[in-house]
């Protein structure tokens, strides 16, 4: 069955920076775009960041352009997210989803495109 996992949440303090990994089984992974959402408490869930399949394009919400870096390594059927300078409001829980695009023209931002889901990972950013 397809499947993604993530891994790499914790506790943090401001400032702080962490990667977010999201390993892939069961699919080819190099034809799919990757994103990563979050949800906060009491909030809806909420697009963060997506790149293309084989890495050719990348998008971010503006919440966190500059902040944020989202990468892939299609040999180790792996992508990344690394957030620096974290602040309380990055509190959320931290989904990868795939959805299968072959042709790197975009990525989808609307979280009806995507697939394949993870469980998630808590992020928690607190002094």
């Known amino acids: 069955q397809s499947q993604v996992v993530e891994s790499g949440g914790a506790l943090v303090q401001p400032g702080g920076s962490l990667r977010l990994s999201c390993e892939a089984s069961?699919?080819?992974?190099?034809?799919?775009?990757v994103g990563w959402f979050r949800q906060a408490p009491g909030k809806e869930r909420e697009w963060v960041s997506c790149?293309?399949?084989?890495?050719?394009?990348?998008s971010y919400a503006d919440s966190v352009k500059g902040r944020f870096t989202i990468s892939r390594d299609d040999a180790k059927n792996r992508a990344y997210l690394q957030i620096d300078s974290l602040i309380p409001e990055d509190t959320a829980v931290y989904y990868c989803?795939?959805?299968?695009?072959?042709?790197?023209?975009?990525?989808?931002?609307?979280?009806?495109?995507?697939?394949?889901w993870g469980q998630g990972t808590q992020v928690t950013v607190s002094s």
């Open positions: 989803a795939a959805d299968w695009r072959p042709y790197p023209l975009i990525c989808p931002v609307v979280r009806g495109a995507y697939e394949i």
């Open positions: 069961q699919f080819t992974f190099e034809n799919y775009a």
């Open positions: 790149i293309s399949s084989h890495g050719r394009t990348s």
